[in-house]
């Protein structure tokens, strides 16, 4: 087990150092089969000259195994300390990765390649990193044009052009086919994996959702999945992870983009437009900011058939359906027009910082709102002039107010004014994710940069306990992070850093370094 450890770390630490040569990954993908769940694609290569991992030296990390290295076997030492200054030392080429997993009967097994630089020296690095150890090397099968060392959970095997490690349930793997899957039964096979390919991306992320509902079915113990979710039996997900500098993008897309558009046309749960005067109901500036435009009709139409469809294991409870047909819940859903905004946008002034925050969202109907403060029990609400104060056990001021079929709850007396009034100014139509807000269906913003945060707060944060200063500094590279979805029903994530000139990879990396070890 030593051995597969130490091979593991070697494989791992390969990811950081080889060589810049670039060739051809026809090879690793033409072993993956065309059947595959899903395929992560590591553009190893780029996110090594990205993170500055070509300069291990100034890693506190690199730093610490070098100095651990002086207590190891001198052959081990000897091992690691070649395959760090030269990683095709170890006859392995780490430039891409590929991962994937298959769904194989009742069984799921995940496997990664890597290319074979010299298959000659790997094998002696085998057999000499094995004779380190005092062990010998396991049963090596020898198959004519690859070999195979089979260990029940798992499998590692090579040939000329690739090595193969293999986990999982294996009792549905196929040893004959490892290396000599047909053409039309690997990956090059797939239109859609081609066009996913072509994407540029440090990290890619490819799945048949087909394939996903079939292992979701067998996890999850469901009987029968709800008949809508077939509706992408034969389409993909896209993912692609880019690291720029002051910045991580990550996107994820339904391919093809055609079935996207026949099932909003098919479920119209997503609202086309927005109401955009819910940014007149808050401040320009906020440190918490999500968004939602839903049908909420729709919405409910659709889970109500999806949940009279799906078959749960016997003695399942359908707890689910059950909150669907709660009388205050079917009311909300009946006078809700469907856009809802949420912001924090300050904080309190005195001993206990509380947020100061508000709910904005709209109604079908002008009497809806009568509608609304009906659910409410009738000692808990109080009018003061154009607003209602709804009355807490938490000595908190709840207010709420109505205009323009928008609803504003609130624990700021002055927004609650503001709204009844003309409103903010300036406010959210001049916030930097204002064009996102208005086109947006759903968004989550959050301000990370604690410097900007109110001097009460980071006091009181900063004399909670040693732990959770710790946890601020953390904080410290971040600016900003924003999760949206576009028109198009791309999701989009997005992480700032203050330093916009330095690669976000090598922030991050850094970051952890930093912290891990210091």
Request: net charge negative.
């Amino acid at each position: 087990m030593k051995l597969y450890k130490n091979l593991f770390f070697v494989f791992l630490a390969g990811v950081m150092l080889f060589s810049s040569c670039k060739e051809e990954t026809t090879s690793q993908l033409s072993v993956i089969p065309s059947n595959a769940t899903f395929v992560v694609a590591f553009e190893a290569q780029k996110m090594v000259q990205k993170g500055g991992l070509n300069k291990l030296p100034d890693y506190k990390l690199f730093q610490k195994v070098q100095g651990k290295m002086a207590s190891m076997d001198t052959g081990i030492q000897k091992f690691i300390d070649e395959f760090l200054k030269d990683p095709k030392s170890s006859g392995l080429d780490f430039e891409k990765i590929y991962v994937y997993g298959v769904k194989e009967g009742d069984g799921f097994y995940c496997s990664a390649n890597f290319k074979m630089d010299n298959r000659s020296t790997f094998e002696k690095k085998m057999t000499e990193l094995s004779q380190i150890q005092g062990q010998n090397l396991p049963e090596v099968e020898d198959k004519g044009d690859y070999k195979i060392i089979d260990c029940n959970e798992v499998i590692i095997a090579w040939n000329d052009n690739l090595l193969q490690l293999s986990g999982g349930d294996l009792s549905a793997f196929d040893h004959e086919l490892l290396f000599n899957l047909p053409s039309d039964k690997s990956i090059l096979s797939v239109a859609d994996f081609a066009a996913f390919q072509k994407k540029p991306y440090d990290i890619g992320f490819w799945m048949s959702y087909g394939e996903f509902l079939k292992l979701m079915e067998q996890m999850s113990g469901v009987v029968k999945m709800p008949s809508y979710l077939n509706e992408f039996a034969d389409s993909y997900v896209h993912s692609y992870v880019n690291f720029e500098d002051g910045e991580l993008k990550a996107l994820v897309r339904m391919s093809p983009q055609s079935k996207v558009d026949e099932f909003v046309k098919k479920y119209p749960v997503i609202k086309k437009e927005s109401n955009t005067a819910l940014l007149e109901d808050f401040p320009e500036k906020s440190y918490l900011l999500t968004k939602l435009s839903v049908n909420w009709e729709e919405y409910l139409k659709l889970m109500m058939e999806s949940l009279s469809q799906m078959q749960m294991p016997s003695g399942a409870n359908p707890s689910y359906l059950q909150i669907l047909e709660d009388p205050t819940v079917k009311t909300l859903f009946d006078i809700i027009e469907g856009d809802m905004l949420f912001s924090i946008y300050n904080l309190a002034q005195g001993p206990l910082p509380l947020p100061l925050a508000g709910l904005s969202f709209t109604l079908k109907n002008d009497g809806d709102f009568e509608r609304l403060l009906a659910l409410f029990p009738e000692e808990m609400l109080k009018q003061s002039g154009d607003y209602y104060v709804i009355s807490t056990p938490f000595m908190i001021g709840i207010y709420i107010g109505y205009k323009d079929k928008r609803v504003l709850i609130t624990d700021d007396a002055d927004a609650i004014a503001s709204f009844t009034g003309k409103g903010f100014s300036p406010n959210l139509k001049s916030n930097p994710m204002a064009e996102i807000l208005k086109k947006s269906p759903a968004l989550v913003y959050m301000n990370l940069d604690l410097e900007t945060y109110p001097e009460n707060l980071r006091t009181l944060l900063q004399n909670i306990s040693p732990e959770v200063n710790m946890g601020l500094s953390v904080l410290k590279p971040f600016k900003d992070m924003s999760y949206y979805a576009n028109e198009k029903g791309e999701v989009i994530f997005s992480l700032k850093f203050k330093d916009s000139k330095q690669n976000s990879l090598k922030t991050i990396l850094k970051l952890v370094d930093d912290t891990a070890f210091k």
